[in-house]
Nanobody, 125 residues
Framework: QVQLVESGGGLVQAGGSLRLSCAAS????????MGWFRQAPGKERDFVAA????????YYANSVKGRFTISRDNAKKTVYLQMNSLKPEDTAVYYC??????????????????WGQGTQVTVSS
């Protein structure tokens, strides 16, 4: 069982930056692929980024490529999402997710076994 807790959300002006963190419990964090998803009001939950168990594979949605960076620290059992050059359309609740098959990166929601409660990111224009 893995429990995930996101933090770092907030209100930022367009062009600004935020770093989200996702702290995990459980002994097997280092074997999990970790992902970030987001859900804007009235819209479906969308894939943002994923990182394989050792960080060797990274995968980004086209909408964030070049602006967002996913990373992880297995010793701290934490995954990060550095978000730069934020746009109003990045406004959403951001969710952290984990899947036990840590050798790849995955974008479908159904691939992920565990989810955090989400953290709100609001980008003002």
């Amino acid at each position: 069982q893995v429990q995930l807790v996101e933090s770092g959300g907030g209100l930022v002006q367009a062009g600004g930056s935020l770093r989200l963190s996702c702290a995990a419990s459980g002994r097997t964090f280092s074997t999990y692929t970790m992902g970030w998803f987001r859900q804007a009001p009235g819209k479906e939950r969308d894939f943002v980024a994923a990182i394989s168990w050792a960080g060797g594979l990274l995968y980004y949605a086209n909408s964030v490529k070049g602006r967002f960076t996913i990373s992880r620290d297995n010793a701290k059992k934490t995954v990060y999402l550095q978000m730069n050059s934020l746009k109003p359309e990045d406004t959403a609740v951001y969710y952290c997710a984990a899947v036990g098959k840590g050798y790849g990166c995955y974008d479908p929601l159904y691939e992920y076994d565990y989810w955090g409660q989400g953290t709100q990111v609001t980008v003002s224009s």
